[in-house]
């Protein structure tokens, strides 16, 4: 009976054994778990950080295209003797050419 008892008590020193291994595992996965978590909410931060920079970006280009349209919709066509009017003075340059016209 003595035997058995030993027997039984090495057997539960070592689930105890055991059951504090799986515990301190347990507790590093709880921390690396954390750790991720961190570090996943930090790069989810960055990812938007970036979505709104790149929509920002967007709208920029989009209003540097309309500039650019609108000076190239200023440019006068290969059979257009006017002379350029990219500054908008086009009414204030009109009549010098005519009166260049009429002199001519």
């Known amino acids: 009976m003595l035997n ?4 039984l008590a090495a057997k539960i020193g070592r689930v105890l054994h055991h059951a504090d291994t799986l515990a301190a595992e347990n507790q590093r996965l709880r921390e690396e778990i954390g750790r991720l978590r961190a570090e ?3 790069l989810r931060g960055e990812r938007e950080a970036m979505a709104a920079d790149r929509e920002l970006l967007n709208i920029k280009i989009e209003e540097a295209q309309l500039r650019i349209q609108s000076i190239l919709d200023k440019l006068p066509t290969a059979g257009d003797a006017r002379q ?3 500054l908008g003075e086009g009414e204030a340059a009109q009549p010098r050419q005519q009166a260049s016209g009429e002199h001519a």
């Open 4 to 7: 058995e008892l030993e027997q």
């Open 84 to 86: 350029l009017d990219l």
């Open 40 to 42: 996943a909410d930090q």
